[in-house]
């Protein structure tokens, strides 16, 4: 059986700013290490971090979240909307340049519009859109069917970007387009289990109307000659090769080695909170888990802190809402005790209410990222202890990702949502919601949440929808949320100028 363990948490950034006279130095092969390969580089395509750590410096957007997390212009000069609500007028940035040296024009933009809307992660972005014109090279106009507040915030989104490419690249299959963007950095060379490598692109085109880096938007320069982005599951290696100086940009450093090397001159730590949710999905469509008893058995039987901190080094804070705090759609966190507390007696009366004989309930997780992993690993022995017969089915990450958008066969999924609660409740809504839901069953509830959060006109509505959302995933047991994580970057101490960020952001940082 595991154990409870006790964790230190909440380590401080220990980064120093630079001095007003520091300059950015142009030269030098950056090695960045993630923890898990990308399923794609066709950035419209995949909402997984892996894909977007890579493509989001090869491509941009019409509009980009800033270091808030609030959409600013990016491709887009800005944009006029009409006073119904139902026209987008977008004036687009001069002069800007494809990696093959197209200058992108209106087309291009129609073109990426209407592939995502077809083939996106987020495709249920464009459903409002009736028809897209381009009345001139520079200017591309939307028309909505419908009233949606939130389009502006959907196609600012990072989580599945809606990447603005070349019509030609637009024109293939998924999974196939997406080499060519706009960013500051061009692909050289993608080799599965092993590396992207990314060169800056000399050509590049600043946007003028920002003077610094900020967040996706900003003025980007690159000032590296290359970016190696490499796949390395095990956290060991990771810490050693930051260690040596093989490695000098870390996606995510263990908590426990962060704190071994506190005192080390040469590591630069940086920490976030909160990163992201730590969830377990349940697929409502198969087997054990389409039965609401046994979902809310498996949802008593759990305990949540233990969960966390064995997953997380202690890195973590037990916050259940499904919208962080101190944002505009926090839905508050009353009457949600009752859900969240471990009551294994109530677990097994529920399970033999749901008439439980035995049944097997499998656990997909994927071995590329240790919280889940971790998350399914406890989780199962957990729900072993209160009578259940548990398979955890152990994979990597791309091959979890296909695994549960099969409409059965699993029953669990711990996954970490870090940039949908970060970009605001569309996509946290939007993952339960709509023709593909991460729970395989449509819910009508969560339906009308979405549809009322996607067209409410008044803030409180929308506020509302979320509301609706929370109280339907607790009452059905459809998704359990843990907690939220923390995440540590870090560096080299010769990696100047570098700033945490939802991706390691290797523009605007330089080799000192």
């Given at each position: 059986m ?11 950034a ?7 006279f520091a ?11 993630q ?5 794609t ?30 959409p ?7 944009v ?18 494809f ?23 987020s495709?249920f ?51 196939q ?17 092993s ?12 946007n ?32 050693a ?15 426990p ?31 054990l ?13 759990l ?35 009752k ?17 439980y ?11 590329s ?16 202890a ?25 029953n ?27 729970q ?11 549809a009322?959060?996607t ?21 059905q ?18 990696v ?17």
């Amino acid at each position: 059986m595991l154990r409870r363990r006790h964790f230190t948490a909440g380590l401080a950034a220990t980064a120093l700013p630079l001095p007003a006279f520091a300059q950015g130095k142009k030269g030098g092969d950056v090695v960045v290490s993630q923890q898990a390969q990308p399923p794609t580089l066709d950035a419209q395509t995949t909402t997984a971090q892996a894909s977007r750590n890579i493509s989001l410096h090869m491509h941009e957007t019409l509009f980009a979240r800033d270091e808030a997390g609030d959409p600013k212009p990016d491709l887009a000069e800005g944009v006029d909307i009409s006073a119904d609500g139902l026209t987008y007028k977008f004036s687009l940035r001069r002069g800007v340049l494809f990696h093959n040296g197209k200058v992108l024009d209106s087309t291009d933009v129609k073109a990426s519009l209407e592939r995502f809307g077809k083939i996106g992660g987020s495709a249920f972005i464009m459903k409002p859109v009736a028809a897209i014109e381009t009345p001139d090279a520079n200017t591309v106009v939307v028309k909505l069917s419908q009233v949606y507040p939130g389009f502006i915030e959907g196609i600012s989104s990072p989580r599945a970007p809606c990447a603005i490419m070349t019509a030609e690249d637009c024109a293939k299959p998924a999974g196939q387009g997406g080499s060519i963007g706009t960013g500051p950095f061009t692909l050289a060379e993608f080799k599965p289990d092993s590396h992207a490598l990314l060169k800056r692109f000399d050509k590049y085109v600043a946007n003028p109307n920002y003077k610094a880096r900020d967040g996706f938007a900003g003025r980007k320069t690159a000032y590296f000659d290359s970016v190696r982005f490499r796949f390395m599951p095990e956290g060991g290696a990771r810490t050693a090769g930051l260690q040596t100086g093989e490695l000098h940009v870390l996606e995510a450093l263990d908590v426990p080695a962060a704190e071994r090397l506190k005192s080390d001159k040469s590591i630069v730590a940086y920490t976030m909170m909160p990163w992201a949710f730590q969830t377990l999905m349940m697929n409502t469509n198969f087997g054990l888990t389409a039965n609401v008893s046994i979902r809310r058995a498996i949802q008593a039987a759990l305990d949540l802190e233990e969960i966390m901190a064995i997953a997380t080094s202690g890195l973590f804070r037990l916050q259940p809402a499904w919208q962080h705090p101190n944002t505009s759609y926090f839905p508050g966190t009353e009457g949600l005790a009752k859900y969240t507390t471990q009551n294994k007696d109530h677990a097994k009366a529920l399970l033999k209410e749901g008439g439980y004989k035995g049944e097997e309930l499998v656990i997909v997780a994927d071995n590329s990222f240790r919280n889940h992993l971790d998350t399914g690993t406890v989780a199962a022995e957990q729900l072993r202890a209160v009578g259940m017969n548990v398979k955890l089915s152990v994979m990597d990450w791309p091959t979890v990702l296909n695994a549960r958008l099969r409409p059965d066969g699993w029953n669990l999924w711990p996954l970490g949502m870090g940039i949908e609660p970060y970009e605001g409740p569309y996509g946290v809504v939007g993952f339960f919601a709509g023709a593909t839901p991460v729970q395989i069953k449509p819910d009508p509830v969560i339906e009308q949440a979405q549809a009322q959060l996607t067209t409410g006109l008044k803030l409180a509505d929308r506020q509302a929808a979320v509301k609706m959302f929370q109280d339907r995933i607790y009452d059905q047991a459809i998704s359990i949320k843990c907690g939220d994580i923390g995440v540590i970057q870090a560096t080299r101490s010769n990696v100047a100028n570098y700033a945490p960020y939802r991706i390691p952001r290797m523009w605007d940082c330089w080799f000192t």
